[in-house]
């Protein structure tokens, strides 16, 4: 197999490197055409351009385990890619051109799943979406759940550790994997694809893989947690002054629903503001301060009853203004579109600075208070568009900007707040390539000593995806 | 400081060390003397002794450091030991009288609990019963529970990631760990007490110190989760006629009440003949081949409901033959001292040979099906007394031997089976030194190398624990 002529030119590993690809892998698993390639050379959100040498696409484990070996002899770097739906610039290549995609979309097998023992298992390129849909035809629930489900590919979710709308009751993506096949830096394969609850033999290495963004190894199947489906759910939209209203209504919920709650968002004034400007859409509890979304859901008769007493209790004791329990799914999905449309809302309006941000659930009133009078200090005309998932400490602290301010003065502004509350720069996000370098300014150093040595140990020779989570060596 | 002349001869570190830490620690810090050291040196099962060179108690995260530092200098191998509660051996010294052990005990303080934010902060030799009090007077729950909670320390819990009784509902301890502080191998402290509940900024390190049994660095203090309290409980008891029946149970509580289960215990008829012929405790559902223990808790009313449901149909379906729901904290207590005698009346029947094992959950009646099989034909004369947290797929697979009987080749037989069904060799009780050996024959040698890889990039002098999960290199 040869280059054409144009491209040629920016391919620095040898020709050779591609020739054997091409040969390992068949037509259907080399992409090199400019025209082929250039989806994944660019992240959704066209914030990360980079120029890959190629793209592979091998359609088995064996074939990804080739790939790694070919590419080390050659001392090619690879970057692996899922559904390319992230938001930090991590499945994407610089712009060396040196770069080998690895794409895991061809391996989209769900290989099994298991009602009674409550697991799913699936290779890396199998759509989140697929997935879920597998568990819920076998009555089961696979509890991870996000925007972009339908694009994010399983590999992605567990290299990414994704978060999502669910955690507060189901946690992150972590808790919910129980079993991982990898390859590793070498090109050897390591499977640990047990469908066990309960594992204590030895070191639980597959941690390693989870959450770290494809530079330890490349997740290529996993064996996936799923729980019963609730046969009940309960959705409420409520108007609360301010956020300390909110966190107290947090406990109340917590004590009366407790770990039903699978939802907690909260949602400022300026929030639903944007989405009654851009989407016409409007709350029916008014343009309070603040609005908070709870969804519970359980096979226990008494959940609505529980979340009635919860609305009543809160109207009681002033910590909600007003408030709404769907009385149907159609109602619920109303709701839940005030929430949803946010994000796509604050884009219409014009540019943001985004922050994926977490603190101690209690610190969430005093975050919120302070960071706003320090950008209103530091970043006078900004406005804050402020939403989240309060149940789990995150907040999505974006800030709406005008032409004259500059994003990473906004960016240090905010995340000094979240280091004097102790909490992180990346709730749900990851660090990819857009917090690298931050990254290293707000961890201590001892941290990130020993995420360095992490790597070293896995990835000496640094090809697995350089430059994502830590700057290169 | 110097040591009596009938101590100084079995101590391999030179006497400057021991010197050494006695300055650093103070009186209250080192124990050299026989008697004082004794408890520390062997396991409470007292089956596998140890001779420590000394005992050190720091009672700080700065004095841990400088013993860590100043054994590193001399050369000497550090044992972190926290309630001495371990059933692998895991946290007692070999023979050698070389190493020092690192008892945690004296750092026990709560550094704080946040009700609001549902968290705990503890140091490691806080108990665990401790912890779980000071939960219960926030009005909170540390959902983490096992026989030996009034013993084992935090640091422990986490080190060894330990499971016990609530596994089907809250997971293993590694779920509840959102913060720790370490120290490496090197002396420097790590401190990554968060406490938040989502943090995906740059490599989750904290999950290579939870489970490793200290052989990768010492946790000093940890951020534990805390959930609501659930208000209302339902204890059943059923009799089944076989494990396929206690499987087809499983499944409908799960439909039915869901995540509210938070123990599903499976008994063998063997451990309830034990339990009435050495404790006189005799079960309300009768001598039936096999008994169900079920717990579910919730804050939301139904929940009786739901579990009068599941024993109805259940009852209905003949997958029980008798049940019994407790109508009083009192009886639900009556009901869970039958499954918490078994350990105890297995010891007063005889020597056994104990397994704790896990397998895909739907495994579980070919399993146990399968292991008889093989130990009547292979080992004629024993016993199987099965019992366990079926929920989590975790059998305690214990066989009663007579003298003729040699562990090893139980060991082997009941391990075969539960590699054939893709299982652990230990679910939760760990390696400790116990099963190093059968570990390295269990798992793929590609496992066994990553592991040994992660140790020596952590601990590359190997003197944290040496010899426990791995084999000394």
Redesign the interface.
Known sequence: MTLPAHQAQHVTPPHALIDRLGQRLGPAGLLTQEADIAPFAIDWRRLFPGRPACVVRPASTAEVADVVRLCREAGAALVPQGGNTGLAGGAVPDGSGSQVVLSLARMAAIRGV??????LTAEAGCVLKVAQDAAEAA?RLLPVSFAAEGSALVGGVVA??A?GIN??RY??T??LVLGLEVV?ADG?????L????????????K??F???EGTLGIVTAAVLRL??R?RHSATALLAVPDPAAA?RL??LA???????IQAFELISGTSLGLVEKHAGLKSPVGQAGWTVLIEAA??????R??MEGVLGTALEREDALDGVLAESGRQAADLWALREHVTECEAREGKSVKHDV??????IPDFLDEAGRVLAAGAPGTRVNAFG?M????IHYNVLIGPDHASEAINALVHGVVDRY??????????GQY?VAE?AR???P??????R??????DPEGLLNPGK??ARG
Chains 1, 2 share one sequence.
């Open positions: 298991d009602p009674v023992g409550l697991t009555g990414t550790n978060g955690v507060v946690g992150m972590r808790g590793l050897s394969v390591v499977d640990g047990r469908a066990l609850r309960k594992d204590n033999a030895g070191y639980d290495w941690q390693l989870i959450g770290t729980v019963a609730p966190l947090f406990t917590q004590e009366e629903i407790g770990d039903s359980s096979s226990l008769s008494g959940l009853e529980a977490s603190v101690p659930i209690t610190a998932h149940g789990d400490g995150n102790g909490g992180s720069i990346s709730a749900e996000h990851g660090i917090r990254l707000h961890r201590h001892d941290e990130m000593a020993l995420a040595r992490i790597k070293a140990a896995l989570v830590l």
